[in-house]
């Protein structure tokens, strides 16, 4: 499904819909440029998950837990360069957690996630206006659509 968002906070609406309709478990692989909105979109799912703490890319600490039902785990796989490297975050002990996993820069780990990967393809289209392309998961409503 594609939406168009015109702000961060619309960005934000569209990830909280999607969080309440996520099971534990899921994993939400990112693409996007530098300043695309994943961010932003992880702000919302956290908010749909009743996730405490503020969300911050998790650039330099490469992963970031938020607790919520279920936790959110955050991460950033921009520096990942090797299987060694994805190993050192963690990452396949939180696929087995019952989490929530969204994973920002996930092309680089491409073959690594799961099958069932919801994939979220950011496009920036103006200043504050994203294309949002979301590939597969549940359905769910988001009201500014």
């Not at 309709?21 to 939400?28: H, K, N, Y």
């Not at 190993?87 to 939180?94: I, L, M």
């Not at 996930?106 to 994939?119: N, Y």
């Amino acid at each position: 499904m594609v939406y168009e968002t015109h702000s961060p906070v619309e960005t934000e609406a569209l990830a909280t819909s999607l969080a309440a309709a996520l099971s534990p478990g899921a994993v939400i692989a990112f693409s996007g440029g530098l300043g695309a909105g994943k961010t932003a979109f992880t702000r919302g799912l956290a908010k749909g998950l009743n996730a405490a703490g503020e969300v911050s890319s998790p650039t330099f600490a490469l992963v970031h837990e938020y607790r919520g039902e279920p936790p959110l785990i955050h991460f950033d796989m921009y520096r990942i360069s090797s299987l060694d490297d994805l190993y050192t975050t963690g990452y396949f002990d939180y696929l087995d957690g019952g989490n929530i996993l969204a994973i920002e820069w996930s092309e680089k780990i491409a073959d690594a996630l799961p099958e069932d990967a919801i994939r979220i393809f950011i496009e920036t289209t103006g200043e504050t206006s994203r294309r949002i392309t979301i590939e597969g998961g549940p359905d769910f409503e988001y009201p500014l659509h």
